[in-house]
């Protein structure tokens, strides 16, 4: 999973399941300009023991997820992913202004 510049595969969303815990669900995702376009399958994950580390216990299809937890479960799940990599995107574009708007008053170029 690698994205470069907002392109690339990720893991986003969160669904809980209070009966798999500590386990929950992630969905892989391919993102464009950090915006989800194509969802891929979902996996039981729990968090490894260092940041971004994943432990995966498990895969099902998107079928699969609706058949088991409903409209509403998929739709939330759907949901977390896309707040999830838009949030992340604003993020890091907020940063990148940031530093830009540094780097030209440290360099004089920020004209008045």
């Known amino acids: ?12 969303g969160r669904f809980d399941d209070p009966a798999m815990s ?12 950090f915006v989800p376009i194509l969802f891929g399958a979902i996996y039981a994950v729990q968090p490894g023991k260092h940041s971004n580390e994943w432990r995966f216990g498990g895969r099902v299809s998107g079928r699969e ?40 008053w440290l360099t004089g170029q920020f004209r008045h």
């Open 65 to 104: 997820f609706l058949r088991a937890y409903g409209w509403r479960a998929y739709w939330m799940l759907k949901g977390t992913v896309v707040l999830e990599t838009v949030a992340f995107g604003l993020f890091m574009l907020t940063g990148m202004g940031l530093l830009a708007l540094l780097w030209f």
């Open 1 to 12: 999973m690698r994205r470069v510049n907002g392109f690339g595969t990720t893991i986003a």
């Open 22 to 33: 500590p386990w929950y669900f992630k969905q892989y995702v391919f993102t464009a300009l």
